[in-house]
Structures are given as structure tokens and as C-alpha cells.
């Protein structure tokens, strides 16, 4: 029998706290002299002087001795959303009437030009704030839109009431022209009296200031959005608050607050109205069976939503139905994925699994409320187009997004964590994750915006132990690394996994993964053409069998940026990647993966571009080097030169400096036109300089870009050729460092331990 709670252990009642009174409310600032002085010594944008001394404001009652005026480098809070203030230039008229926000002064007169209106958004305070400033534009004449993320490198208060914040641009997404710049600064100012009154964006290219904007405050929240919630007839009442404390399973400072479905999503920066329009949906639209399907609640949604419209709107329909037709393993789900406009329905099921409390538990009632409530908040999240906390490296609409497998945070299941539901209440805060609330607040406003860019993934929240997967094996394609993006010329290497899903031993070609001819790998470039990829040499191994026990699995490594064909990716942007595996008449279908490549970073890169992305060049990174392909291997070499911080550096040394390990042969042709061999004697200590400065220097970004399989096998080459060479020193130093990186990495251990034999055999 559950223990029925103590008067010890009933929270007081809690109503919601102010937001400057709550703990994860972060308000202005104060800046001491002396980190100000720090700050301008390290920031390429010079604080300007203090106007002041201000006098402090009198208190009241007489105080002993004479009052100093001291200057107050004491500011305000200015997370927002910003408009650009019109003001047209001389002589021209600008259209009537004008956006809700983007006001013309009184003074000027009415003109014709064609505007750009501008909308900044800064996150550098308020609730849980992630230090970004995102910028987006639209030009009416010719109709455009562009949007960039920077992310804060100082914020300063340089004054009372004198906020600078700078910041280095990140992402963009539509022409750069609109807003130019590799880098801006956010100024808020006082106009008299208290707090700010003048706004100001500077777009800047290095040094140069290349664009300024007044901007007008709008709202301390980044857009609004409003829900309405319905109820059909036979299900329980909504779930649209919940106390914080009413379960003892939580975090032991978790402050004592009734929050609601508002309060959740105003803390995540929208700025929230709840429909007064709620309807009681009958439960006729269900069919004979009582129970929804996706359909059937569409069909609701169309007639009891009072805000239904086919286009996209800041606006969601949130349904309390009693059973979906998957029975009582579904809790919830965001349905909305029929006709032209995605995501504007969410559906919470309260005859379901979320209604079944752990044994022993010692609130029933109060894990009940917490788990309908958190459902609805995830469900909504889906919405706003998040993926599941451990789903975000299978691809999304923007920016790729690393997994979260043991993230406190609405879009994850609580049972899935380390330790279970128990483990994730314990710490849970009732918030998203950064990444997700960097994803809600600074991406550009097509992904987020509800009915907008369609979803992506899945979005029901299921019971996993009613899950059943009735399939052989399971194949992945993934690049290794925390973020599925790469530098621009960075050659993308992926991994690919194949994994027993049975529940036996099975057997597999135990090559199949690396030959290159049993695979099939898909590139397609947003916006653009799809291509398959074709390895530039195919293997013939002698047939054997490899027995793979339950849960194991086989890997194979390739680089599927570069084809037989030249480059399948070398542009910035986005590119979605699919691949499938044929296992004796089993098609297995891979993971859809979406990676981003990211425009240039420097001129050299830019200028090397045109001779770097041709066929020889891919052929001589493909196959570790080839220098009968002069042109080529000059190119790599200029772009370890000139581009050193860019992971093609990495690619490009081992391919120019992996020939020199060992002696090497060239076909060439003589006078009279007969083809003979000649050798080349390996220049060892030239190639282990080298590969040691490119390979061991930052282990962890030459692993990321080579990829794990590749990364490990130059290393033991490189060892194997020292040793050769008479320098067992260097050659054991090699291994150590392999090893050690392998266990950070958490390389599989028969690998991990066929390195340490070989250095063992070194002695």
C-alpha cells in the first residue's frame, strides 16, 4: 500500500512565483572596473568611456559625512524581441500602412521605398538565457528573407543603464546580403531617466562597421503563441498545472510553485495566451470503437479548434480524448501530420499508461497529475518541432543537434535515463534542454512556427515496454561525433553499423560493411538532386563468415563526401544522407541522417575552393595519397599551409605525407615510350613529423574528421613504419596515445586490446 503523505510532507500552497524572485531568473547585471578593463584588453571592440559620475540616489533619511558621486556600471535586463525602426532615407515614400511594429517617426513623411524589416532577438538574460542574439530580414521588393545566430562573446554594462553586447555570427540561413557581417553588437542605452530607451544593431566584417539600425523594444519574449485546450466528453478533465512539490521525488531546491502550461513555455521565451474558446468535443467523432485515430482527431481539430486555418500560424489545438486507437500504450502525440500544414495538434490520452503509478509510490495522486502534465508539455513540444532528447542527431530542419540520452528535459522519457523515472524526477526542473530552447528561440521562425516546416521524426510518447520490433538487424549511419557538423573543403567520413536485433546468434559476411559492394548510400543536398555514392575501389575478400551474438555488432568506415564521380558534397548547407544494406534478401534501412556543412571560414579557403574540389584531389584523400597526381597533392599541401585550422588540414597531410612511410612505386614512361617501375625510398622521419604534428597534437578533432576506424589504422601505420625505421621510441609513443584515446572514446575493448598486444610486442 502506498504511504499516504505526512503533514511534514505536504508543501505549502504554492502559487507561482515572480519572475524576478525565481532562482533560475537571471536579471541585470553590475560590471566591477576591474573586469571591464579586462574585457577591453581581450575584445576587439573597445569599451568606450563611462559618461558619468551619476550621483546615487539620496536615501530617506540624513546620513552622516558628505555623499561621493560614484559612476554605476549597473544595467537592466534586455532579453527580447527588437524591430527595426523605419526611418526611410531623404526624399522618398515609404508604402502606408506599415507592419504592427515597425513604427516611422512622426516627423517623417510617408514614402515608397521598399523596406527591410528587421527583428533581433537577444537571449543573454531573464530565464535560463543561452547567450545568442539571431537577426532575421525581409525585403518585401524583391521578396526575401534571410536569418543569422551569433553567439555572445562579451556583454558589458559600461554605464548605468549602458548595456554592449558583441557577438560572432554562427549560422545563417537565406541571402547574406540582407544582413551582412561576420560579427554585430547590441547596444542598449538610457535616454533619460530610468532604464533603456535607445537601441542600436551594428553589423560589422571584422573591424568594419558595414551596417547600423535603430531598433524599438517590442516584448521580453521572443514570439507569442497561443493555446487552446479541448476536452472530449469522456475524458477525465485537463491537466494544465501542476505543484512543483506536491511529489517528494524531486530536486531538494526545486522551488515551491504551481506552474501551468503558460509558465512552462513563457520560461522558454513565447509569450503565451490560453483560448478562452475551449470546446467539449463529442465523442461521436471517435467512430464505434470510442477509441481516436490520427484521422478522427484531425477531423475534431478542423471543427472544434476556433483558430483552425490552413496556413501557418503561433497557434496550437491541444485535445484531453480518453483512448488513441494504439490502446492504452500510447500517452500522447502530436498528431497534425495531414494535408499542407503539420504540427498544429497535440493529443494527451488519460486512459492510458501515464496513469499507471510505480508500486510503493508515496503520492499517487500527485505522480498522476506530474505525468499528464509533463505529457501534455512534451507533446506541445513536438510542436514547436523538438525531437526526442535522444532523437536529435537523426536529422532536423536546421543546425544538427547532438543526442541527449540523459537530458532532464520535456522531450526526454523519463524511463529512459540511467536509473529510471525516479533518477529523472529527482532532477528534473520543468524545462527544455539548451539545445532546445536554443532551437525554439534563434531558429529561423519557419521550423518553430506552428503549421509551418513539417516534422521530422516521430512524436508520440509510448509505453517502450509494449514496443515490439520484429526485424533481424538494425543499421546505422553516423559521422562519431557530438554534432553532425562539418567545416567547408572537410571531406565527410561516416560510420556504418550494422547491429544483430535478433534475439539469436546470427551469421554475416564479415566484410560486408567494408568492401564497398553491398551497400547503398544516398547523398541528397537540400533543395537539390539526390546521388548515390560509389566507393572508388571495391574489394574482393576471401568469403568467410563472422558469428554476430545479440546486441553486437559490425562497423565499416567510408568517405561518402566524395564519389567516383568527384564531390557529392561541397557546398555549404544542408544534405541528408540514407543508406540500406542487402542481408540475404533483408533490406535494412538505415537511420535518415541530415549533417550541415558550413560556409567558408577565411579567404584562402574561398580562393582554394575552385582547385580543391575536382576529382584528383578527392582520389588523393580517398586513397591516403597519390603522387603521381602532382597538381593534387600541391593543392593539399597549400591547404595544410594556409588553412590549418580547417579538419581538411588533417585529411590533407596524411595524404601527402603517407606515401613517404614506405617505399613506394610509380609506373612510369620512358623515351621510347615503355612503361617501367620505379621506386621511391621512404622518407620515414619527413612523414612521422607530420603525421605526429597532425594526428597526436588534438587527438580528439584528427578522430572527429578521420573517423574512428581510419584515425586508429594511420595510427599503427605510422607506429609499424617507425618501428621499421629504428625509432621504437616514437613508435611506442604512438601506441600509448592510440590507447589512450580509444578509452576516452570508448572504443570497443577487442579493439582497444589488439592495440596494447602490439605495443606489448614492442617491448
Not at 577591453?40 to 546620513?63: K, M, R, V, W, Y
Not at 504551481?258 to 471517435?286: D, H
Not at 538487424?473 to 536485433?501: H, S
Request: proline letters at 9%; hydrophobic letters at 40%; charged letters at 20%.
Amino acid at each position: 500500500m502506498a504511504k499516504k503523505p505526512t503533514p511534514d510532507d505536504t508543501p505549502e500552497p504554492a502559487v507561482m512565483i515572480p519572475d524576478d524572485q525565481h532562482p533560475d531568473y537571471a536579471d541585470g547585471m553590475i560590471s566591477d572596473p576591474d573586469d571591464l578593463a579586462a574585457m577591453a584588453a581581450i575584445d576587439e571592440f573597445p569599451l568606450q568611456p563611462n559618461p558619468g559620475p551619476f550621483p546615487l540616489p539620496l536615501p530617506p533619511t540624513p546620513i552622516p559625512g558628505p555623499l561621493v558621486p560614484l559612476p554605476l556600471n549597473i544595467c537592466g535586463p534586455v532579453s527580447g524581441r527588437y524591430a527595426r525602426v523605419l526611418v526611410p532615407p531623404p526624399g522618398q515614400i515609404a508604402p502606408l500602412p506599415l507592419l504592427p511594429g515597425f513604427p516611422v517617426p512622426p516627423t517623417q513623411p510617408p514614402t515608397l521605398f521598399p523596406p527591410t524589416f528587421i527583428t533581433v532577438r537577444v537571449d543573454v538574460d531573464r530565464f535560463f538565457p543561452q547567450r545568442r542574439i539571431s537577426v532575421e530580414a525581409r525585403r518585401l521588393f524583391p521578396n526575401q528573407t534571410s536569418h543569422l545566430i551569433a553567439e555572445v562573446t562579451s556583454d558589458a554594462c559600461i554605464g548605468y543603464f549602458k548595456r554592449r553586447i558583441a557577438a560572432r555570427i554562427t549560422y545563417r540561413d537565406g541571402p547574406a546580403a540582407l544582413i551582412p557581417g561576420d560579427n554585430l553588437i547590441f547596444e542598449a542605452k538610457r535616454a533619460g531617466g530610468r532604464g533603456y530607451g535607445t537601441y542600436t544593431l551594428t553589423l560589422r566584417n571584422g573591424g568594419t562597421t558595414v551596417a547600423t539600425h535603430s531598433l524599438a523594444f517590442q516584448s521580453i519574449y521572443f514570439d507569442a503563441v497561443e493555446f487552446e485546450v479541448d476536452r472530449v466528453a469522456d475524458a477525465a478533465a485537463p491537466t494544465t498545472t501542476h505543484a512543483t512539490q506536491s511529489h517528494p521525488n524531486r530536486p531538494a531546491d526545486l522551488p515551491n510553485e504551481t506552474i501551468s502550461m503558460a509558465t512552462v513555455y513563457q520560461r522558454a521565451g513565447f509569450e503565451v495566451t490560453m483560448s478562452p474558446n475551449s470546446s467539449l468535443v463529442p465523442i461521436t467523432g471517435a467512430g464505434s470503437n470510442s477509441t481516436w485515430s490520427d484521422g478522427e482527431m484531425h477531423n475534431a481539430m478542423v471543427a472544434f479548434w476556433s483558430r483552425f486555418a490552413d496556413k501557418p500560424l503561433w497557434a496550437m489545438w491541444v485535445l484531453f480524448a480518453r483512448q488513441h486507437d494504439q490502446g492504452f500504450s500510447l500517452g500522447g502525440i502530436m498528431f497534425d501530420d495531414i494535408g499542407p500544414n503539420h504540427r498544429q495538434g497535440t493529443a494527451i490520452f488519460t486512459d492510458s499508461f501515464i496513469q499507471t503509478v510505480p508500486a510503493g509510490d508515496p503520492n499517487p495522486a500527485a505522480w498522476r497529475n506530474r505525468m499528464v502534465f509533463w505529457t501534455a508539455i512534451h507533446e506541445m513540444g513536438h510542436a514547436f518541432n523538438l525531437a526526442h532528447s535522444w532523437q536529435k542527431a537523426l536529422g532536423n530542419p536546421w543546425i544538427p543537434l547532438a543526442n541527449e540520452p540523459e537530458a532532464r528535459s520535456f522531450m526526454n522519457y523519463p524511463f529512459n535515463v540511467a536509473g529510471g523515472q525516479a533518477s529523472f524526477f529527482s532532477d528534473f526542473r520543468f524545462r527544455f534542454s539548451d539545445q532546445e530552447l536554443i532551437f525554439m528561440r534563434h531558429a529561423p521562425r519557419r521550423f518553430v512556427q506552428m503549421g509551418n516546416s513539417d516534422w521530422f521524426v516521430n512524436h508520440a510518447f509510448e509505453d517502450t515496454t509494449a514496443l515490439d520490433f520484429p526485424r533481424n538487424w538494425r543499421l546505422e549511419i553516423r559521422p562519431n561525433r557530438a554534432v553532425n557538423e562539418y567545416a567547408f573543403m572537410e571531406p565527410v567520413k561516416l560510420e556504418l553499423k550494422l547491429t544483430n536485433a535478433s534475439s539469436g546468434p546470427k551469421e554475416v559476411e564479415a566484410d560486408m560493411l567494408d568492401d564497398g559492394k553491398h551497400i547503398a548510400v544516398y547523398v541528397g543536398r537540400e533543395g537539390g538532386l539526390t546521388k548515390r555514392w560509389s566507393p572508388f575501389v571495391t574489394r574482393c575478400h576471401e568469403m568467410h563468415h563472422d558469428t554476430i551474438a545479440p546486441g553486437a555488432s559490425i562497423y565499416g568506415a567510408h568517405m561518402i563526401g566524395i564519389s567516383t564521380n568527384g564531390w557529392l558534397i561541397d557546398e555549404p548547407g544542408f544534405y541528408t544522407l540514407q543508406a540500406a544494406v542487402d542481408m540475404n534478401g533483408e533490406i535494412v534501412i538505415s537511420n535518415v541522417l541530415r549533417i550541415y556543412v558550413a560556409p567558408p571560414a577565411s579567404d584562402a579557403e574561398s580562393k582554394l575552393a575552385p582547385d580543391y574540389f575536382t576529382e584528383d584531389v578527392a582520389r588523393v584523400i580517398a586513397f591516403e595519397g597519390a603522387p603521381e597526381l602532382a597538381k593534387a597533392t600541391d593543392t593539399l599541401r597549400d591547404v595544410v599551409k594556409r588553412c590549418p585550422n580547417n579538419p581538411a588540414a588533417t585529411h590533407a597531410a596524411v595524404a601527402v605525407s603517407s606515401p613517404m612511410l614506405r617505399n613506394y612505386k610509380l609506373l612510369a614512361a620512358g623515351p621510347d615510350a615503355t612503361l617501367t617501375v620505379k621506386g621511391t625510398a621512404a622518407k620515414v622521419a619527413e612523414a612521422a613529423k607530420m603525421q605526429i604534428e597532425t594526428l597526436l597534437k588534438t587527438p580528439d578533432a584528427a578522430a572527429d574528421t578521420m573517423g574512428h576506424i581510419d584515425y586508429f589504422a594511420d595510427l599503427a601505420r605510422l607506429a609499424e613504419a617507425l618501428e621499421k625505421s629504428g625509432d621504437k621510441k616514437e613508435a611506442i609513443k604512438v601506441l600509448k596515445t592510440s590507447i589512450a584515446t580509444m578509452n576516452k572514446r570508448g572504443v570497443i575493448a577487442t579493439v582497444v586490446k589488439e592495440t596494447e598486444t602490439k605495443l606489448a610486442n614492442m617491448g
